[in-house]
């Protein structure tokens, strides 16, 4: 006997009374596959929440810093020129005291005499505190690249979740007088494809190709980083990520000085990737690194395509084998890429141990800050593209099972 409560929450895998009568085996194994997709996407959540953490902090870090040692380098050249002005100088002073969590109040700084006194070895105080930063730059990179494998196990456990599941959905394309339903229940699976609109929309699916980019970016994590190479991947990176969100939504392009934000929306997905296109220095180059980032939100039109009935706009259980097909391909994509290992153990020694042994002089300094913006934004986006890969392979699956 047909009991509705046991196949509650599947209406999104296209069990019904009739499909699920007699057939209990195939729907614990259903059920077995939903928790295990769902314990690897909590996992790649819980991993992803300590990537973004890590990446921040180094980028705020990096950022304060550079900020430090330019006003020190301004308060210093204050000093030694003669041409000396209190307010100027106070502002810089109290502006790096406040980056470096350390105050001194403005009001002593009245003359270069008595400010040479009481700010030299504040000042020496804030390089310092430079130095430190580094060490803890140091340690948010180790972190970040455990937090990136700790992530794809929780992604490579999706996937093969995934592909458990797009299995399944073939064993029931595959019996005998299957056929499509005359009406199609939506659920969270339309957010990413809005299926009344456009079908199952398989270039929804094009996106999982941009993963495979991140991990071309990430293969410059590899020691020293030189101007050239670092041009090389990145505009490659922003090409393919361009491109990629444009085969598949409606995009527009916003810029803000160098700053570009390319925006795409389709079905319930708002895609913003932003990126910047100045890198003729060093400088330069490290703070493109830091702009480069991919936001992924559920607008308000996910909820509403997430409810309802539609007809078929795919009629011929064929065509649903083929765009089964398709996503398992993809997924297979998605765990041949190998991207992981650019954030193994051995690679993340290996740039520590660059990072360790750079000079003093102010050439290596910039080397290394390109270095710690590239391991940043690498982790970030990498982490973004392929979680939104997989997911969308997720919604696909489900929406080819809705159909019979």
Request: charged residues 25%; proline residues 0%; contains cysteine.
């Amino acid at each position: 006997m047909f009991n509705s409560l046991l196949y509650a929450g599947t209406e999104e895998l296209g069990l019904s009374e009739e499909g699920a009568a007699g057939t209990e085996a195939v729907v614990e194994v259903m059920q077995e596959i939903r928790a295990e997709v769902a314990e690897a996407t909590a996992e790649i959540q819980e991993q992803s929440e300590v990537i973004e953490e890590m990446a921040d902090q180094i980028d705020a870090i990096e950022e304060a810093s550079e900020e430090v040692v330019e006003a020190v380098e301004g308060m210093e050249s204050m000093l030694k020129s003669g041409n000396f002005d209190s307010r100027a100088f106070a502002s810089l002073y109290n502006n790096a005291s406040k980056l470096s969590a350390r105050h001194l109040g403005a009001e002593d700084l009245y003359d270069a005499s008595t400010t040479e006194t009481v700010a030299r070895d504040g000042m020496e105080g804030l390089m310092d505190k430079v130095k430190g930063a580094g060490a803890a730059v140091l340690e948010f990179i180790r972190r970040i690249f455990n937090g990136v494998v700790a992530f794809f196990t929780g992604l490579f456990n999706k996937v093969k979740g995934l592909q458990k599941k797009a299995a399944n959905v073939r064993v029931s394309l595959d019996k005998e007088g299957a056929k499509v339903k005359e009406k199609i229940k939506l659920g969270s699976w339309n957010g990413y494809v809005n299926y009344g609109e456009k079908g199952l929309f398989e270039k929804a699916l094009a996106l999982t190709d941009a993963a495979v980019a991140t991990g071309a970016y990430a293969n410059l994590l590899d020691g020293e980083i030189g101007l050239g190479e670092f041009n090389t991947a990145y505009g490659a990176l922003v090409s393919t990520m361009k491109s990629k969100i444009t085969e598949f939504a409606a995009t527009a392009e916003k810029k803000e000085g160098d700053k570009s934000n390319y925006i795409g929306e389709f079905a319930g997905l708002r895609l913003v990737f932003t990126s910047e296109g100045k890198t003729d220095s060093l400088e330069d180059a490290a703070k493109a690194a830091r702009s480069l980032g991919l936001r992924a939100v559920k607008t308000e039109k996910f909820a509403t395509l997430s409810k309802g009935e539609a007809a078929p706009k795919v009629n011929n259980v064929g065509a649903l084998k083929t765009a089964l097909t398709g996503v398992e391909k993809h997924l297979k994509s998605l765990e041949t890429a190998k991207v992981d290992q650019k954030f193994a153990a051995a690679k993340r020694d290996k740039l520590v141990g660059y990072i360790n042994a750079a000079g003093a002089d102010a050439d290596a300094g910039k080397k290394v800050a390109l270095v710690k913006a590239v391991a940043s934004s690498a982790a970030t986006l990498t982490k973004t593209v392929n979680s939104l890969a997989a997911d969308i392979c997720g919604a696909v699956i489900d929406g080819i099972a809705a159909h019979v």
